[in-house]
């Protein structure tokens, strides 16, 4: 079954940078799709950037330019980089994974979640 293990959250100076990892396992390796998503305090669950398995990207509007997604495949992990962090987001992080899934559909709800990792920027 699919596992996702995030890790890399913490405490940023606004305008900092964070980088957040995931080791993803336990799914087919064609047509799926790996994202980051967030949750703040009293708010619901938002996309932030999906990667598919031909390695194409998107992001939502609120990140681009400031947010990264990549994967490195022989290492099975995902990486968000953040950087000119703003308070707004501070947010639980999520890892989530789709099958049968594009980037160019954009991000929506994904089947399966990790943990969460708790990004905080003040």
């Known amino acids: 079954h699919v596992q996702l293990v995030e890790s890399g959250g913490g405490s940023v100076q606004t305008g900092g940078s964070l980088t957040l990892s995931c080791v993803a396992s336990?799914?087919?390796?064609?047509?799926?799709?790996l994202g980051w998503f967030r949750q703040a305090p009293g708010k619901e669950r938002e996309g932030v950037a999906a990667?598919?398995?031909?390695?194409?990207?998107t992001y939502a509007d609120s990140v681009k330019g400031r947010f990264t997604i990549s994967r490195d495949s022989a290492k099975g992990t995902l990486y968000l980089q953040m950087s000119s962090l703003k308070p707004e987001d501070t947010a639980i992080y999520y890892c989530?994974?789709?099958?049968?899934?594009?980037?160019?559909?954009?991000?929506?709800?994904?089947?399966?979640y990790g943990q969460g990792t708790q990004v905080t920027v003040s």
């Open positions: 336990g799914f087919r390796e064609r047509h799926y799709c």
């Open positions: 989530a994974h789709e099958f049968l899934c594009t980037a160019v559909q954009g991000i929506f709800p994904y089947s399966d």
């Open positions: 990667l598919d398995s031909d390695g194409e990207t």
